[in-house]
């Protein structure tokens, strides 16, 4: 299963040239999928024969209910088996195959958001666009300088702020080392270009909606001023998706 359920962006062109050159999806080749488990966690199994991960590893989850969660993820499979369909079973995957192994290169690049933090920017206007960026944006910062003593600061517009060094320490401070939440960490953070909203997700302070809606601030407004744009929709459930399977995984740790 290496190539069929490696990670892609809708997004990347060198990806989607690939999935074009693909060849058809897989038939699905199982009746049941379900979970059992082991001295190395909650596996997920077809027909009772364990999965494997692109790195040929277990595909097994540290709780039970987050195995579950990716056994019904294969069970919603139809004829075929769509690995874009499957976003907790390919974040899950390169947690095994990538995270595990190197936690501290994913903890440095979620440090590096700290950095140029999304809530740092502000737009300089329309007025109704930073008047919601302050109603979205501010509780968070409120939040990250009374619970993790990190005080940032903001600006408007795009030109880089140095945030002090003792605000990105302590946020810092507060990235978990549990390769599990950092993988999930890792996704949230990119898809919201925000370090601070993950973080207040794992501890609890945002649901996902309320950060999705968050990070999506600009966005949302242009489509309000402009409407819709069809592709672009489509790119964005993707978006959710995968950053739902990472909510998913926080919660069922």
Known sequence: MRDLLESFDPGDPIAAAR??????????FYEHASTASGPDGHAVQLDGKPVQTPARRL???????LAQALAAEWDAQRDKIDPAAMPLTRLVNSIIDGVVDAPWAVK???????????????????????ARQSQLWDPILRWAKQTLGADFKTGEGVVHIKQPAEALKAASAAIPDNPWQLGALHVITTLTGSALIALAMLRGELS?????????VDEDWNMDQWGQ?????????????????????????
């Open 108 to 130: 440095a690049e979620i440090e590096k958001y700290l950095a140029s933090d999304l809530l740092f920017y502000r737009a300089v206007g329309p007025e109704g666009l930073c």
């Open 19 to 28: 999935r074009n050159a693909r060849p058809a999806l897989r038939q699905r």
């Open 59 to 65: 595909l097994a989850a540290p709780t039970q209910p």
């Open 208 to 216: 996902a909606d309320d950060a999705w809606r968050a990070a999506h």
């Open 229 to 253: 744009d069809e592709m672009a929709l489509e790119r964005r459930a993707f978006r959710r998706a995968e950053f739902d399977a990472a909510a998913a995984v926080l919660r069922l740790l």
